[in-house]
């Protein structure tokens, strides 16, 4: 390879603290590559004035002529086929970004709790801009195809997740990227013996442990900028194709959605158990006929996002369903927080809460055989929101009628759900992402799963809660839209309205707000998400991260 001409430039834009360094050791390891070490770390001194330890070291030991640094090293001779720059995103400024169309970009992230519990060591008041997430969003949608790596799942599974890295590089995966030999290496920046002591211990990638001590109060604001940028880039993440024990089943990981949920522990009938070992009686009345009542809650940030609410609306539909010794409001709390912190989850996890009205002592229909109390059931996973509410999902309209009250009051929220099975069907063999319901007038009701809201006039418009769910998400959607001066009414809706809808959207905690661009075969306005939605969407993530219940750990 000539030294004037490289043939892949790989610039690593990561987050501050993070596991970048031992990603550039792995580099390393190629025959094919050579490191360089924030070569723009001197440029960003110069000219942000930060004051970093060793910080007047590197200004002399590097270059901080940013333009100059980009020609001269990131653009310069290479003496092997790959050039490899560890950089990192904060470092990306006063500068030309045209010479990033010649390099090849990866983003590394890592949850911003990680980070500022971290980065607060070494700069005690950090900013937004010193975490770097701004600039590594921009880099997202400037480069829409550049591979996103997060640490964590990087760190638990670093074999599937370099082989991924590579083959969106184009490059051959080499099983000796996972080991490298302890101490300092010499494309090192001078800053090393401040910053990489860790690092230099190592001999590969260690095992990913959450980090459970409390961040600092005063973090928490600059925690709340961060959060909704790092789940944007998060939602992009190569994601890991295994767990880290050996004893974990390949089978049972290679099905799951997010291979961690092999480990987790579920809180059944007052007792935790593995996932393995988490089931209910034969005589449970949710086997022997969906007799149970459910939430749905999700994990933001260290908080549980409407915990009240849907703590409110179990109880109330064990009333309405006569429920006996039903669990009180606080006995409930203790078994989440418990069950959400065997499984080291704060972020990024939804929790299936279920209430069954319990053993039976024969089989058969009468609640006269419930004699031993509910059933309570706390299921917590790894799991993002199930749409992807950037693009948007489709509809068809289903056959199957949601209930009327005089059948069966949609306000109990209860387990009986082969109305809306039946209706999930349809969408599946019509390959799009959910049905819409009609009531048995004819009118919009719901999806199988999700309130609906459609946009006509400037106005936002959502069916009356009579044969759908007045959902929680619902609640919070009015509100936002109410204190952005946007009218809302609830009213009855026909399909034609809809088809011709400027926009429309859905509303749950498992999807929270996502657009529709496509219902029956229908373009819903210009097939992309309209202003009215993507505001709320953004109103809607700044509420989930600075309300909800705080976790006790």
Same mark, same amino acid.
């Given at each position: ?9 790989? =610039?690593?834009? +990561?987050?501050?603290?993070?596991? +970048? ?11 094919? *590559?050579? =490191? ?6 001197? %440029?960003?001194?110069? /000219? ?24 001269? /090293? ?16 904060? %470092? ?15 983003? &590394? ?56 890295? =590579?083959?969106?590089? +184009? ?15 010499? =494309? ?34 600059? &925690? ?8 944007? &880039? ?38 935790? /158990? ?39 609306? !179990?109880?109330?539909?064990? $009333? ?12 409930? $709390? ?20 279920? !209430?069954?009205?319990? @053993? $039976? ?6 609640? @006269? ?44 929220? %209860? ?34 799963? *999700? ?10 418009? *959502?069916? %009356? ?14 509100? &936002? ?21 400027? @926009?429309?959207? *859905? ?5 929270? !707000? ?40």
């Amino acid at each position: 390879m000539s030294e004037a001409n490289p043939g892949k430039r790989i =610039c690593l834009w +990561s987050g501050p603290r993070n596991v +970048s360094t031992a990603l550039m050791y792995s580099f390393a390891q190629r025959a094919d *590559t050579r =490191c360089v070490d924030e070569p723009l770390y001197g %440029h960003y001194l110069e /000219v942000s004035g930060a004051r970093h330890p060793g910080g007047d070291e590197v200004v002399r030991a590097l270059d901080t002529d940013g333009e100059r640094v980009v020609r001269e /090293v990131v653009l310069g001779p290479s003496v092997r086929p790959v050039l490899f720059l560890k950089m990192m995103a904060h %470092h990306l400024i006063a500068l030309d970004w045209g010479f990033l169309d010649q390099t090849v970009n990866v983003i &590394l992230t890592r949850d911003p709790r990680e980070v500022l519990a971290s980065l607060v060591r070494q700069v005690p008041q950090p900013r937004l801009a010193d975490t770097g997430y701004e600039v590594q969003l921009r880099l997202s949608e400037r480069f829409p195809d550049a591979p996103v790596v997060d640490a964590r799942e990087l760190l638990t599974d670093p074999p599937g997740v370099l082989a991924e890295l =590579c083959r969106r590089l +184009s490059l051959d995966f080499d099983p000796g990227m996972l080991s490298w030999p302890p101490g300092a290496k010499s =494309c090192d920046g001078v800053w090393a013996p401040h910053w990489y002591h860790n690092v230099h211990r190592s001999t590969g990638f260690q095992p990913y442990r959450p980090k459970t001590r409390p961040l600092d109060p005063a973090l928490e604001p600059l &925690l709340a900028e961060c959060r909704p940028l790092y789940r944007t &880039l998060y939602a992009r993440a190569i994601r890991a194709t295994r767990g880290t024990s050996m004893t974990d089943s390949p089978p049972l990981r290679e099905l799951l959605p997010d291979p961690r949920n092999a480990d987790i522990k579920v809180h059944v009938g007052g007792r935790l /158990v593995p996932r393995a070992e988490a089931r209910v009686s034969v005589f449970d009345s949710v086997v022997q006929g969906g007799d149970a009542v459910w939430e749905g809650l999700r994990v933001y940030d260290g908080r549980i996002f409407m915990l009240d609410a849907h703590l409110e609306r !179990l109880l109330d539909s064990a $009333k309405a369903l006569a429920f006996a010794a039903v669990p009180d409001r606080d006995a409930v $709390k203790a078994a989440i927080f418990e069950t959400l912190e065997a499984n080291g989850m704060r972020d990024a996890a939804h929790i299936r809460l279920t !209430l069954t009205r319990g @053993e $039976k002592t024969t089989s058969g229909m009468s609640p @006269e055989f419930n004699r031993f109390g509910p059933t309570l059931i706390v299921l917590a996973e790894w799991k993002p929101p199930v749409y992807d509410n950037s693009a948007g999902v489709r509809l068809i309209t289903s056959a199957i009628r949601r209930n009327t009250p005089s059948c069966l009051d949609s306000k109990i929220h %209860h387990n009986n759900l082969l109305n809306n099975i039946l209706a999930k069907i349809q969408a599946n063999l019509a390959g799009v992402d959910d049905a819409l319901m009609l009531d048995l007038n004819g009118f919009l009701s719901e999806t199988n799963a *999700t309130n609906v809201f459609i946009v006509r006039d400037g106005v936002l418009l *959502t069916p %009356h809660a009579d044969a759908c769910l007045p959902g929680i998400t619902r609640g919070v959607v009015i509100d &936002l839209a109410g204190e952005a001066g946007i009218a809302c009414r609830q009213t009855n809706l026909s399909l034609a309205q809809a088809y011709t809808a400027a @926009e429309m959207f *859905t509303t749950g905690t498992m999807g929270e !707000l996502s657009p529709v661009i496509e219902l029956d075969g229908r373009v819903i306005g210009d097939g992309r998400p309209g202003p009215v939605t993507r505001g709320l969407q953004r109103a809607y993530r700044q509420r989930t991260a600075s309300l909800g219940e705080p976790l006790p750990f």
